[in-house]
């Protein structure tokens, strides 16, 4: 009975199918059995009777840079666990710790952070790295800092891959740039997604990009050539591009409400993945933080630097999912596409992103206002509220 779990009477919800009541045999961190009044013996249980709790798959951050305090470029194992630890909070069970443009070494010492680094409990798993910039446009830098932005160069990734113990998954890149093609074919090659973001790239660009192989979109709308009737820049292309998902950020800052909205009725909810961007003053009191080097303000109003830019958000994912939901009265089995299931998909993860026998048991389990009640990683409950 070591580390076995039985969860009954709770809604099951995946991206595919109705939602339906049941109950998990959980045992090592896998789910065992699913289906209704099972009895097993456990050496823990959770009852959902009489409380319309929803179970869903953990919710998977693809691009976050930091959290209560603490920032992927601090480049601490103390920075990691803290982030990993805070997180299961908003019903995360799993991230890509995202760096941002940096000098070399700043990146270099991230990354080698990064490969030293094991979970231990009560944390939500770190599934590896988004490395965001350098390569990007000093058009659209965005909070990138401009005097780090440099060339795309495929020998210096692989170094940087063999200093992260290949644990990058994720780069985002401006394929406009010179060197940007063959780069963004290199990544197709080394089974690394390639995002577009930070991008003044015509549509054109975009297209060529795709077909070498970008498969994703980096903060939708932000810091990316925007939509004209006659220039349709990187949003009009990605907007018509099946094979690429784009991130959404759904705090309301970054993206006026309506244009969430607007790229939910366009790429569906199988095209979107939420992600908080987040910086290190999420969970924490409204004031001045550092990210990379610059002070950020922050405020109700959202994350910015001194020069007026957005810089990342203090949004949860928690709060991500009430927000589409709110916008767009997309369905629970959206939520979870949105979520999870779609970056469980772009990341290869073929054990996560879903509730189905031989699947790891990450889960969140929330009211039926959609508040994080539980949070489950790896068949152990890391946080109640």
Known sequence: MKNTLLISNVMIVNHDKTPSKGDLFIDNGRI????????????????????????????????????????TMDATQLALHQM????????????LATTMTQSIEAIESALTNVAQFENSDEEAILLGIHVEGPYVSKKRAGAQP??????????????????SKHRIK???????????????????????IA?????DATIEEVDSSVALGVRQATH?????????????????AVFLEDKVKVEIIADFVHNHPQA???????????GIILITDAMRAKGLQYGDYDLGGQTVHVSKDGAYLSN??????????????????AITNCSLQEIVAMSSTNAAEQLQLTTKGRIANGYDADFVLLDENLNVQKTICQGKVVYEK
């Open 32 to 71: 065992m059995k699913i289906g209704y009044g099972l009895s097993d013996k456990a050496e823990h249980y959770i009852d959902g009777k009489d409380k319309n709790w929803l179970l869903l798959p953990g919710y998977i951050d693809m691009h976050i840079h930091g959290s209560a305090g603490h920032d």
């Open 84 to 95: 990993a630890r805070s997180l299961v909070q908003e019903g995360v069970t799993g991230f």
């Open 146 to 163: 401009i005097e780090y932005i440099i060339l795309p160069s495929i020998e210096q990734f692989v170094s940087w891959q063999k200093i």
């Open 170 to 192: 994720q780069v985002t890149i401006a394929p406009e740039v010179e060197g940007g093609f063959a780069f963004i074919e290199a990544l197709k090659d080394l089974n690394v």
């Open 195 to 199: 995002s577009i973001g930070h991008s």
């Open 220 to 236: 939708l709308y932000n810091q990316m050539s925007p939509l004209h009737h006659r220039n349709p820049g990187v949003v009009g």
């Open 260 to 270: 969430v909205n607007l790229a939910y009725r366009i790429k569906g909810a199988k």
């Open 308 to 325: 007026g830019a957005l810089a990342g958000s203090v949004l949860t994912m928690e709060q991500a999912v009430k927000n589409i939901k």
